[in-house]
């Protein structure tokens, strides 16, 4: 068979968002995953056009809850030309009767065990509806298909060398989605690493771990980090913030080339994170955690969310100067978004707080998907907009630059600038979030 995998993108700012970053690992690690006797096309929607008269005999759609009313519209166009098409991914693993109005098949969860299963039977025209399975082991994976993306993605080397998180954050649905948390062999992940045909220097010197919290069992990523000091690589990745209080795992994360981590910080209130469920994020520690990064040279990105029921618009405007007075490198600020599959939307659902008709969009992560407590839904959106525009203002973009020359190495320098610039460029453009339509 012909397949098309198509990873589902909708651009989130109302002058187009941020189209050729860093691709999602789904594509190219389910090309992986198939069988040989299959050719196989992998379209990313972010940076190239989906081709509704492909000759593919089947087509897989991998998207998120923001993306699925494009993703059901591409479903629709493709049935009606005659074509097989399945769905996987976050949202139709939670929400299956719905995704199968528009497809002939769901993978729920995760796709190694199905993934071969479901083409075979797709061949032998005998496709199942469901195809749903346990979690994986992640011993002997194949290596992601690098050759199969496209080559105008910034960070391509995309690497996952864990599966999971240890934590249970109120809006999260990781730990539902893949359950426990599960180490991949440190070969395999090094195998992964060493891949290196790319098309510029950048491409090949920058590694972006793909991994929910990938310091959460200590031993193993400090075995994988001194394997990891003499291919000389720079890498990303997520994290939480106890790994500020483990010297030697901040001393090993600088000796095999760290640039950069993402903490969830969340916010800085202690109402909105109980409400959160984050017990490991401690305010009153941000600041000494971030300058322990700082002194290795590791640039620190961090993801704020507004909206949780202990803030006020007021609250929410006042993190743009908090973000940078506690020593942020690249904030990444978004509106809080209950998906299926999280104890926050099995919370708002029994309070009948989720209205309905609002359309896929508003659950983008830079809308409102839920009714607030304490204010109305459009201050709440004026609130996230006005702290959107504050924190990549140009007098902030330059103080956080400023710090970053100080603090940062020359590698997570360069990331730091890169992103800063990126969204800086759009606030002088006025290019904004973009707000969604009722039902759309």
């Not at 979690?135 to 994976?141: F, V």
């Not at 993605?153 to 893949?178: D, K, M």
């Not at 989720?354 to 659950?363: H, K, M, R, T, V």
């Not at 459009?378 to 990549?392: C, G, V």
Request: with cysteine.
């Amino acid at each position: 068979m012909k397949i098309d995998l198509i990873v589902v993108y909708v651009p989130r700012y109302r002058l187009g968002h941020e189209k050729n970053f860093v691709p999602p690992l789904s594509g190219i690690y389910l090309a992986a995953l198939t069988p040989p006797e299959h050719e196989v096309r992998v379209i990313h929607q972010q940076v190239e056009a989906v081709n509704l008269d492909t000759d593919a005999d089947l087509v897989a759609l991998s998207f998120f809850s923001g993306f699925a009313d494009e993703a059901y519209r591409l479903a629709d166009a493709f049935r009606a030309r005659g074509k097989l098409v399945v769905a996987g991914g976050p949202h139709a693993t939670f929400w299956i009767e719905e995704t199968l109005a528009h497809c002939d098949a769901v993978v729920v969860g995760e796709a190694e065990a199905l993934w071969p299963q479901l083409l075979a039977d797709a061949a032998a025209g005998r496709l199942q509806q469901l195809y749903q399975g346990e979690p994986p082991a992640l011993e002997n994976l194949p290596r992601p298909r690098y050759e199969l993306l496209p080559r105008d993605f910034f960070v391509p080397h995309v690497v996952q060398a864990t599966r999971g998180c240890p934590f249970a954050c109120s809006f999260c649905s990781v730990p539902s989605l893949n359950p426990g948390f599960r180490t991949r062999p440190i070969e395999d992940v090094l195998r992964d690493v060493r891949y290196d045909d790319f098309r510029s220097w950048w491409q090949r010197k920058v590694v972006w771990f793909w991994d929910d919290n990938l310091t959460a069992t200590r031993s193993t990523i400090k075995e994988l980090l001194r394997a990891m000091i003499p291919l000389k690589r720079w890498w990303l990745t997520q994290a939480s913030m106890d790994i500020a209080q483990d010297a030697e795992l901040l001393d090993l994360m600088e000796a095999s080339g760290c640039i950069g981590v993402f903490f969830g910080i969340e916010t800085f209130g202690a109402v909105s994170l109980k409400a959160a469920n984050k017990p490991q994020n401690q305010a009153d520690r941000y600041r000494r955690s971030i300058a322990a990064l700082h002194q290795r040279g590791i640039c620190v990105m961090a993801g704020f969310v507004a909206g949780f029921d202990g803030d006020t618009p007021e609250s929410i405007v006042a993190m743009a100067d908090q973000l940078t007075d506690i020593g942020v490198d690249v904030p990444f600020i978004s509106i809080l978004t209950p998906y299926r599959g999280t104890p926050l939307y099995a919370t708002l659902a029994a309070e009948g707080r989720l209205p309905e008709g609002l359309g896929s969009a508003a659950s983008n992560g830079y809308n409102v998907a839920f009714t607030p407590q304490g204010m109305t839904p459009e201050a709440l959106l004026q609130a996230h907009r006005t702290l959107w525009r504050r924190a990549f203002a140009p007098g902030a973009v330059a103080r956080r630059m400023a710090r970053a020359a100080r603090t940062l190495r020359p590698g997570a320098f360069l990331m730091a600038a890169a992103m800063n610039g990126f969204y800086g460029f759009k606030r002088l453009r006025g290019n904004t979030p973009s707000v969604a339509a009722p039902g759309v």
